[in-house]
């Protein structure tokens, strides 16, 4: 009904219509305001429905552990290598497991050519931490002889379809790239490595972490999984990340004030949507089996 | 010390190809949500994605608004077009081919940088390849920019860049003269081979031709080994048959994305 009213009173006082294109184009704000108070949002969605998402397994055969995530049209890449380096000097029993996120131009036309954008490099960073402070992977098991040799992972995201959500792509890339990287088991002999041709070892994880992220709009609306145009409009973000027993292993939250019943809905809906995730995955590893 | 058997006792090559056969070729229009036009093309164990964005507003440096704060603006100017690429020509579109090579896509992990001198040669060759074919007369003082992300790499590097921007240009539907489709050949124990992967590029001397199937023409031959004199005329026919063979592929693949464009817009 409210919807109505205002409509009314546009019409009275300025008698301009426009196409809904133009009109996204001018006003993305009230575009959106618009469906949002119809209770559906412009791609028709609800505004708790995530979107498609599906996972593919060891796609890259040059990679030690790859995946490709797509939720949605947002696509991401994940590629794992495995290098061998010195420990740290203060921790020399444990390995290293480096995340890094491309944002390059080919995903967008918003990422110009240069340097990584800082978008690219929060994106890194807060993988990083989320890798750490939940310790997905214990470190130590990286180790190949202490204090001389280790395992450094390299885990590269490259963005190939940027359509908002980038980060839950990542997490999930990075999560099904990290349970199907296969390592040679390693010897560290006379100050040479040496390695065997058969990859072997999978690396156990200690914790598998996903994360659902929101949009909040006008301060009471909150839109699961916000595609781009989502995205640009609504400055305000939640991401949650949970692990397997449902506890929460990180939030972040950007812009203007939420409630705390907020946060709590944001975080059950992030436990639903791991489940969710997980059968995805699942289906993903029966696929592999089959082509084995 | 055993020499590298590149062809085996029954005249296969090391993935069971016989001299005159392609890697097994898949390729897909329109992947891309974002992009203008988009491509993904497998051509054995190399993988390469395609993005064309334009034509469209050439973009300028961001960092205009240091020019505020130095003294010689119009050498920093200059400087920063430079870096940028971008250039404004009065008659017809600017075409801009950045290539990226992912760094989980060799065997051993490389980031290799955006201004690493191999991938710049790559990245001007194929610009120059389709410079005189994309019509760009018809869209002055725009930018076409042909990004170009290599997934897996198992050799043919040029060849798949080539292949991937023709789809992902006719994808984007900016018009062209023709189709470009590049292959590579090369010479092992004196035979002429089609279509050559990562380790036998390494050991042979390797000529890649870019070709328009329509009427035979060369846009692009590069060799960059030693290779008898009596030998490149066959070397170069088997590469233009494999051109035509890429063509046929290509060609049925954009036919069957329009078929099925078409079917779900009739809905």
Same mark, same amino acid.
């Given at each position: 009904m409210g919807n109505v009213t205002n409509e009314n009173i546009i019409n009275l006082n300025t008698a301009i219509t426009f196409e809904a294109e133009t009109f996204r184009r001018i006003q993305p704000e009230e575009y959106l305001r618009r469906y949002i108070q119809q209770h559906v949002r412009p791609d028709g969605r609800s505004f708790n429905h995530f979107r498609k998402t599906t996972v593919n397994l060891s796609c890259i055969t040059t990679a030690d552990g790859s995946s490709m995530v797509r939720i949605g049209n947002t696509t991401v890449i994940c590629g794992i290598k495995a290098e061998v380096s010195e420990p740290n000097v203060n921790f020399p029993k444990e390995g290293y497991l480096v995340p890094n996120v491309d944002l390059s131009p080919i995903c967008s036309p918003r990422f110009k050519p240069g340097p990584p954008s800082e978008q690219a490099q929060v994106l890194s960073e807060n993988l990083n931490k989320l890798l750490k402070n939940s310790k997905v992977i214990d470190l130590e098991t990286l180790c190949i002889e202490e204090g001389k040799a280790a395992w450094v992972l390299f885990a590269d995201l490259v963005c190939v379809n940027y359509d908002g959500n980038v980060f839950d792509a990542c997490v999930i890339a990075l999560m099904s790239a990290l349970m199907n990287v296969r390592l040679p088991e390693a010897v560290y002999e006379d100050g040479i490595v040496k390695a065997t041709e058969e990859k072997t070892i999978i690396l156990g994880l200690i914790r598998i972490t996903y994360s659902a992220s929101f949009a909040m709009f006008d301060g009471q609306h909150l839109l699961v999984d916000p595609n781009e145009m989502e995205e640009s409009i609504t400055k305000d973000g939640i991401t949650?990340?949970?692990?397997?027993?449902?506890?929460?292993?990180?939030?972040?939250?950007?812009?203007?004030?939420?409630?705390?019943?907020?946060?709590?809905?944001?975080?059950?809906?992030?436990?639903?949507?791991?489940?969710?995730?997980?059968?995805?995955?699942?289906?993903?590893?029966?696929?592999?089996?089959?082509?084995? | 010390m055993s020499r590298l058997e590149l062809i085996g006792p029954q005249g296969l090559r090391t993935d069971g190809r016989r001299f005159n056969e392609l890697r097994n070729?898949?390729?897909?229009?329109?992947?891309?949500?974002?992009?203008?036009?988009?491509?993904?093309?497998?051509?054995?164990?190399?993988?390469?994605?395609? !993005?064309?964005?334009?034509?469209?507003?050439?973009?300028?440096?961001?960092?205009?608004?240091?020019?505020?704060?130095?003294?010689?603006?119009?050498?920093?100017?200059?400087?920063?077009?430079?870096?940028?690429?971008?250039?404004?020509?009065?008659?017809?579109?600017?075409?801009?081919?950045?290539?990226?090579?992912?760094?989980?896509?060799?065997?051993?992990?490389?980031?290799?940088?955006?201004?690493?001198?191999?991938?710049?040669?790559? !990245?001007?060759?194929?610009?120059?390849?389709?410079?005189?074919?994309?019509?760009?007369?018809?869209?002055?003082?725009?930018?076409?920019?042909?990004?170009?992300?290599?997934?897996?790499?198992?050799?043919?590097?040029?060849?798949?860049?080539?292949? !991937? !921007?023709?789809?992902?240009?006719?994808?984007?539907?900016?018009?062209?003269?023709?189709?470009?489709?590049?292959?590579?050949?090369?010479?092992?124990?004196?035979e002429p081979v089609l279509d050559l992967n990562h380790l036998e590029e390494s050991n042979t001397p390797e000529l890649t031709v870019a070709l328009l199937p329509k009427n035979d023409k060369i846009t692009l031959l590069q060799m960059e080994s030693r290779l008898h004199i009596d030998k490149f005329q066959q070397v170069m026919e088997m590469a233009a048959k494999g051109c035509k063979e890429i063509h046929t592929v290509l060609d049925k693949a954009v036919r069957e994305n329009i078929k099925d464009l078409l079917k779900k817009s009739s809905i």
């Open positions: 949650v990340v949970v692990d397997e027993t449902g506890k929460l292993c990180n939030i972040w939250k950007t812009g203007s004030s939420c409630s705390s019943e907020q946060l709590k809905t944001c975080i059950s809906k992030a436990r639903d949507r791991y489940a969710d995730i997980t059968s995805i995955i699942e289906i993903a590893k029966q696929a592999i089996k089959k082509i084995e | 070729m898949n390729c897909k229009p329109s992947v891309l949500s974002q992009a203008d036009g988009s491509a993904y093309i497998e051509q054995g164990n190399t993988k390469c994605l395609a !993005a064309v964005y334009g034509p469209r507003e050439v973009l300028h440096c961001s960092y205009s608004f240091i020019l505020n704060y130095l003294i010689n603006q119009i050498l920093i100017l200059l400087l920063l077009q430079a870096r940028t690429k971008a250039q404004v020509l009065h008659n017809r579109a600017n075409i801009n081919v950045e290539i990226s090579l992912a760094p989980f896509s060799m065997e051993e992990r490389k980031k290799r940088s955006k201004s690493d001198k191999r991938i710049l040669e790559i !990245a001007s060759a194929v610009k120059q390849t389709f410079e005189p074919i994309i019509m760009t007369e018809l869209y002055a003082r725009s930018q076409i920019d042909i990004y170009l992300q290599i997934l897996q790499f198992d050799g043919g590097t040029v060849q798949i860049c080539i292949n !991937a !921007a023709t789809l992902a240009i006719i994808d984007a539907g900016i018009p062209m003269k023709d189709y470009v489709c590049a292959c590579s050949a090369g010479c092992i124990d004196d």
